[in-house]
């Protein structure tokens, strides 16, 4: 059975106590967008403390800043956010793979039919991968900080989560929050 159907009872019980949400604003309370990995393992509401209204949750595989450039211009211009957390993971899938590996698995299964656009299209992705934990957080925070499409007097900090025990550990943050401290 697909998954989906059981959307409906779960959601009955869920509208049973939606309460006043319907009321939030849309701009996110704490001025907040999270960055993180679409890993199912993963709740960052539950483990940062958010409730509805709180936060913009970007989610990609990987937790990859690049990726979500273009939400985060939204949520920073159009929503007034100010801050960015980007969490990335211990045991995450993007530490398993290269973009050659991936890209040859797509279009070995290809149809002939489709086989040139399959090749075209996949060969087009980046698929973001990364093989140091610490690093790429550090990479994802200086791209956010030197990116011109990010306001400069945004708080970056980029972060690990621990899928073995739910802990967070800060692994990097950029100069302008330090200084604001
Ligand atoms: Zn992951």
């Not at 989906?4 to 779960?10: G, I, L, P």
């Not at 009321?23 to 960055?35: I, S």
Request: net charge negative; with cysteine; glycine share 8%.
């Amino acid at each position: 059975m697909p998954a989906h159907t059981e959307f409906k009872s779960a959601n009955d019980a869920y509208v049973s106590t939606f309460g006043d949400k319907g009321d939030l604003p849309l701009p996110p309370a704490k001025h907040l967008t999270v960055v993180t990995c679409m890993d199912a393992r993963i709740d960052p509401a539950q483990h940062l403390g958010l409730k509805e209204g709180d936060a913009h949750i970007i989610r990609n595989a990987g937790g990859s800043a690049r990726d979500a450039l273009r939400s985060i211009v939204i949520s920073q211009r159009l929503l007034g956010t100010r801050e960015i957390a980007v969490f990335h993971h211990t045991g995450c899938g993007m530490l398993t793979f290269n973009s050659g590996q991936l890209r040859d698995i797509v279009k070995r299964s290809a149809p002939e039919s489709t086989s040139a656009e399959v090749a075209k299209q996949v060969d087009g992705i980046d698929f973001l991968e990364f093989d140091d934990l610490e690093g790429s957080v550090k990479e994802d925070v200086a791209f956010l900080k030197e990116s011109p499409l990010v306001l400069p007097e945004t708080t970056v900090s980029g972060w690990v989560y621990e899928v073995e025990t739910g802990k967070v550990r800060m692994a990097s943050r950029s100069r302008l929050s330090r200084m604001a401290r």
